[in-house]
């Protein structure tokens, strides 16, 4: 075998030197005729080409594409430039489904390739279910491609992540690393949002709340509507990694501290309310076993999120737009009372539907409805009002027409695939949340990094369920899809690499 492989090298090595001296000189034929916009297509080929060739590199490319650029175009690039560059990353990632046809080709005979995490078989179901309900309500094509392309335009990445073979004894730090820059690049966008384009938007009304624009690189609209829940929930997850890491002894006190009450400061000031929910949920996944284990690094926790969770409760009293809350208990009762509002309630506020109302509105209208519908829903899109875009002919537009049924994931999912396409998707959620602690109870005493890692990926999946609720990011969102399917995918994958190397130990499928 070693012979053979230093007789192909040779051959090997004069093919790249050729291709690479073909294209230098085709580079140089090109500068030289000065038509910059034909040099410009040429390098960028050669750059797509290149990055590619990696698996690696596609896998960053794609990451940083969705979480920075994608959302920064639609609030810096307005218009037909952010339409482009959303689809990018999309693109981008059907390469990897090219190395995994590779990974099949040249793969041993003898090596199992037939496993399949649970994650992916609740996916494969979504989408089934998915399927059946476009067949059997398609009245509108042009409804159900794009109700398709939002719900799987990170498909081929989500396959990726999962199936692909990744090298995690390298791959798992740089993970960690690269979230946790992707967390401090949110500060200096977050800041300058906060500080330049939230006094732009006082005074706009029609429901517009100024400090929503406060999003960091995920994404908002000068005059519309910002993701500043998705940088929340990001953020939190970033520190439920640091807390993970911290617990299991593969990071310092003082650095997670640090870097936790950093990347926590955007949170002070963008109104997401649903992060004095996210910061207790990571803890009690986190630490719910700790209390007799771990009782001095629980208490330590336990006061650090007490103490985030007061300053956070504070924050969002004290800057509140109506000015007019001056205690916690009036801040819950004004988002209790804003949510369980009825529709005359709401007067002209954006959508008539609260998260609350959009599940019991659902309810009544399929209470004596066709029982198709209440179990595959009316099909994809059909929960969607897309008025910037001239698309007139959905269900929500046609029958419900400023009530935003779609307000949640949760009451999209209900609407667009029925309960069966919900089910589904708690199912690859809660697969994966359960398949992350097997993880970590694998690595437990083995790998300490490995452990905390996929401790903090398991809080990570309670957070992304929990915004199943209160959004409907998971339906449309690009940078909030690809949290989620880098996630799920990157869990699944670690479950694989554990049953290949102990397949005896791991014969039965999670």
Same mark, same amino acid.
């Given at each position: 075998?070693t012979?053979?492989?230093?007789?192909?090298?040779?051959?090997r090595?004069?093919?790249?030197?050729?291709?690479?001296?073909?294209?230098g000189?085709?580079?140089g034929?090109?500068?030289?005729?000065?038509?910059?916009?034909?040099?410009?297509?040429?390098?960028?080929?050669?750059?797509?080409?290149?990055?590619?060739?990696?698996?690696?590199?596609?896998?960053?490319?794609?990451?940083?594409?969705?979480?920075?650029?994608?959302?920064l175009?639609?609030?810096?690039?307005?218009?037909?430039g952010?339409?482009y560059?959303?689809?990018?990353?999309?693109?981008a990632?059907?390469?990897?489904?090219?190395?995994?046809? %590779?990974?099949?080709?040249?793969?041993?005979?003898?090596?199992?390739?037939?496993?399949?995490?649970?994650?992916?078989?609740?996916?494969?179901?979504?989408?089934a279910?998915?399927?059946?309900?476009?067949?059997?309500?398609?009245?509108n094509?042009d409804?159900?491609?794009?109700?398709a392309?939002?719900?799987?335009?990170m498909?081929?990445?989500f396959?990726g992540?999962?199936?692909l073979r990744w090298?995690?004894?390298?791959?798992?730090?740089?993970?960690v690393?690269?979230?946790?820059?992707?967390?401090?690049v949110?500060?200096?966008?977050?800041?300058?949002?906060?500080?330049?384009?939230?006094?732009?938007?006082?005074g706009l009304?029609?429901?517009?709340?100024?400090v929503?624009i406060?999003?960091?690189? =995920?994404?908002?609209?000068?005059?519309?509507?910002?993701?500043?829940?998705?940088?929340?929930a990001?953020?939190i997850?970033v520190?439920?990694?640091?807390l993970a890491?911290?617990? %299991?002894?593969?990071?310092?006190?003082?650095?997670?501290?640090?870097?936790?009450l950093?990347?926590?400061?955007?949170?002070?000031? %963008?109104?997401?309310?649903?992060a004095?929910?996210?910061?207790?949920l990571? =803890?009690?996944?986190?630490?719910?076993?700790? =209390?007799?284990?771990?009782?001095?690094?629980?208490?330590?926790?336990?006061?650090?999120i007490?103490?985030?969770?007061?300053?956070?409760?504070?924050?969002?009293?004290?800057?509140?737009?109506s000015?007019?809350?001056?205690s916690?208990?009036e801040l819950?009762?004004?988002?209790?009372a804003?949510?369980?509002a009825?529709?005359?309630?709401?007067g002209?506020?954006?959508?008539?539907?609260?998260?609350?109302t959009?599940?019991?509105?659902?309810a009544?209208?399929?209470?004596?409805?066709n029982?198709?519908?209440?179990?595959?829903?009316?099909?994809?899109g059909?929960?969607?009002?897309?008025?910037d875009?001239?698309?007139?002919?959905?269900?929500a537009?046609?029958?419900?027409?400023?009530? %935003?049924?779609?307000?949640?994931?949760?009451?999209?999912?209900?609407?667009d695939?029925g309960?069966?396409?919900?089910?589904?998707v708690l199912g690859?959620?809660?697969?994966? =949340?359960?398949m992350?602690?097997?993880?970590?109870?694998?690595?437990?005493?083995?790998?300490?990094?490995?452990?905390?890692?996929y401790?903090g990926l398991q809080?990570?999946?309670?957070?992304?369920?929990?915004?199943?609720?209160?959004?409907?990011f998971?339906?449309v969102?690009?940078?909030?899809?690809?949290?989620?399917?880098?996630i799920?995918?990157?869990?699944?994958?670690?479950?694989?690499?554990?049953?290949?190397k102990?397949?005896?130990?791991?014969a039965?499928r999670?």
């Amino acid at each position: 075998m070693t012979a053979y492989v230093q007789r192909q090298r040779p051959g090997r090595d004069l093919f790249v030197v050729g291709l690479v001296g073909t294209l230098g000189l085709l580079g140089g034929v090109l500068s030289a005729s000065g038509r910059l916009a034909v040099l410009a297509i040429f390098v960028g080929l050669v750059v797509a080409v290149l990055v590619a060739s990696s698996r690696v590199a596609v896998f960053w490319f794609v990451v940083i594409v969705a979480l920075v650029a994608t959302g920064l175009s639609q609030l810096y690039l307005p218009g037909s430039g952010a339409r482009y560059v959303r689809y990018v990353a999309p693109v981008a990632a059907l390469a990897l489904l090219l190395h995994w046809v %590779n990974d099949q080709l040249m793969s041993h005979p003898g090596r199992r390739t037939d496993l399949v995490p649970m994650p992916l078989v609740w996916a494969a179901a979504f989408a089934a279910t998915a399927v059946v309900s476009v067949l059997v309500n398609l009245s509108n094509p042009d409804v159900a491609v794009m109700g398709a392309k939002n719900y799987f335009q990170m498909g081929a990445f989500f396959f990726g992540v999962t199936f692909l073979r990744w090298d995690h004894s390298t791959l798992d730090r740089s993970l960690v690393r690269v979230l946790i820059l992707l967390a401090v690049v949110q500060l200096p966008f977050a800041l300058q949002q906060y500080l330049y384009l939230v006094p732009q938007r006082i005074g706009l009304g029609g429901g517009i709340v100024p400090v929503d624009i406060v999003s960091g690189t =995920f994404g908002a609209s000068l005059l519309g509507g910002g993701a500043n829940a998705v940088l929340a929930a990001f953020q939190i997850i970033v520190v439920g990694l640091l807390l993970a890491l911290w617990k %299991n002894g593969a990071m310092s006190l003082f650095k997670m501290a640090t870097l936790s009450l950093l990347l926590l400061a955007p949170l002070l000031v %963008n109104q997401a309310k649903i992060a004095v929910l996210y910061l207790p949920l990571v =803890f009690l996944v986190l630490f719910r076993r700790d =209390f007799i284990v771990r009782p001095g690094k629980f208490l330590v926790a336990g006061v650090g999120i007490a103490g985030v969770f007061a300053v956070l409760m504070t924050a969002l009293m004290m800057t509140h737009p109506s000015g007019k809350l001056h205690s916690w208990s009036e801040l819950v009762d004004f988002v209790v009372a804003r949510q369980t509002a009825s529709i005359a309630e709401r007067g002209e506020e954006y959508g008539a539907l609260t998260r609350w109302t959009t599940l019991t509105f659902w309810a009544e209208e399929h209470a004596t409805a066709n029982p198709v519908h209440t179990l595959v829903g009316h099909g994809l899109g059909a929960s969607r009002e897309q008025e910037d875009s001239g698309l007139v002919h959905t269900l929500a537009e046609q029958k419900y027409p400023g009530l %935003n049924i779609g307000h949640t994931a949760v009451s999209a999912l209900l609407w667009d695939t029925g309960v069966i396409g919900l089910v589904t998707v708690l199912g690859m959620l809660g697969s994966a =949340f359960f398949m992350a602690g097997s993880l970590a109870r694998h690595y437990r005493g083995r790998d300490a990094f490995r452990c905390g890692l996929y401790e903090g990926l398991q809080a990570a999946i309670a957070v992304l369920a929990l915004g199943l609720a209160h959004k409907d990011f998971f339906v449309v969102h690009i940078p909030y899809q690809t949290v989620t399917y880098l996630i799920i995918g990157y869990v699944a994958n670690g479950w694989l690499e554990m049953v290949r190397k102990e397949p005896r130990r791991h014969a039965r499928r999670l």
